[in-house]
């Protein structure tokens, strides 16, 4: 069930469409940001998020989400604190809160909005504005045993991916015979490859190899991109984001060089549009009242 959507809502058009948006995931944001300070639990801002705070001070003009790390510790720390202390405007969305949720990872949703993404949204499930809390986890430094355990995900993936496709097709003896094709998988709800999925990215994480990365949801790009050595999840900094302090990496120069290269330069117009492909936003009125048309 859509908790995320009633009939008192509120249709944002075109031209408000980013700006409410990100509106909308500053408010999470910064509600994330209470939870982990008042637990105790390390965050970063990261990955487009950490380069808006360097290079605007703020989002990038055209960015449709906040992306946040943690290690995996601490990570686990945060799902546990958000059972009591998330304040109920804010849904914890992983595989175990909603059951058709289709991510390895944790977003944290706004109650009372509306936000699917194209290529999701026929999946019966808690749509409204999102933020990604990306858990990192550590990498063996044998490249055996790290080959095993990359490629292991990738197959989790396509699992996943076939199970998660598998009816998408309209015409009904295609579906069928996908059915058929695919009944093995099938039969198993997409939530157990989550959680096979989380379990093997976090395999060696009791071993002392001093590398992480981003294992779940990753593909070979960002998995040599977002490697760090561990020191660096823990080394805090604080940057200023839409007029307010959140916390990042240290070195975040490396982090980011990592990540796109020369930073600071702009990329060409045609790539500077939103990658998450939201078909439509709608917001209940008092969230349109309280937040998008709130005065600074």
Known sequence: MDNSKNSNMIEIQKELFLQTLQKIELEILIEVDRVCRKNNIKYQIFAGTLLGAIRHKGFIPWDDDIDILMPRDEYNKFLLACKTDLDS?????????????????????????????????????????????????????????????????????????????AYKSKNIL????????????????????????????????????????????????????????????????????????????????????????????????EERTPHHNISKLLIAEDIFNNIVNKTN
């Open 89 to 165: 405007r804010f849904f914890l969305q992983n595989y175990d809160t909603d059951k058709n949720y289709f991510h390895a990872f944790v977003r944290v949703r706004r109650n009372g909005t509306y936000s699917p993404q194209l290529y999701t949204e026929k999946f019966k499930m808690h749509h409204g504005v999102f933020i990604d809390v990306f858990p990192f986890d550590k990498v063996p430094l044998n490249a055996r045993k790290a080959k095993k355990q990359f490629n292991t995900l990738v197959i989790l993936r396509k699992l996943k991916d076939i199970r998660k496709n």
């Open 174 to 269: 295609k579906r069928f015979l996908k059915f058929l094709r695919f009944i093995p998988i099938s039969v198993f709800p997409i939530r157990f490859f989550n959680k096979l999925e989380n379990k093997v990215a976090q395999k060696f994480n009791e071993t002392n190899s001093p590398l992480s990365t981003m294992l779940v949801e990753n593909i070979k790009s960002v998995y040599k991109r977002c490697m760090l050595e561990n020191k660096y999840l823990y080394e805090q900094e604080f940057y200023s984001f839409e007029g307010l302090k959140f916390i990042g990496p240290e070195n975040y120069k490396m982090i980011l060089h990592n990540l796109y290269g020369d930073f600071l330069k702009f990329p060409p117009l």
